[in-house]
């Protein structure tokens, strides 16, 4: 089991920066790999980015490359979302995730309200 739990979320304006953070708990030695999505009221969840816990290699989806920035600290065992540039479209809850293997069970953290006025 891991334990997620994200901060960091809030009200901005468009072009503003924020930083959200993944405290992850638990069994996080066996943590594969972590990421963030993203959802709003009656939308599907959103994948965001993801980061490979022991590599640090990262994937984007398309509408954040060149804007935010995924990256970790694995002593801390906590991930961040660097997030500038933003726009009113950024406007979501995210999540944070982690799997301890790819296929594997997704653990989720509690979600994080952004909020960028225009």
């Known amino acids: 089991q891991v334990q997620l739990v994200e901060s960091g979320g809030g009200l901005v304006q468009a072009g503003g920066s924020l930083r959200l953070s993944c405290a992850a708990s638990?069994?996080?030695?066996?943590?594969?790999?972590m990421g963030w999505y993203r959802q709003v009221l009656g939308k599907e969840r959103e994948f965001v980015a993801r980061?490979?816990?022991?590599?640090?290699?990262?994937t984007y989806t398309d509408s954040v490359k060149g804007r935010f920035i995924i990256s970790r600290d694995n002593a801390k065992n906590t991930m961040y979302l660097q997030m500038n540039s933003l726009k009113p479209d950024d406007t979501a809850i995210y999540s944070c995730?982690?799997?301890?293997?790819?296929?594997?069970?997704?653990?989720w953290g509690q979600g994080t309200q952004v909020t960028v006025s225009s």
């Open positions: 995730n982690a799997r301890l293997r790819v296929g594997g069970p997704n653990y």
């Open positions: 638990g069994r996080t030695s066996r943590i594969y790999d």
């Open positions: 980061i490979n816990w022991d590599s640090g290699f990262t």
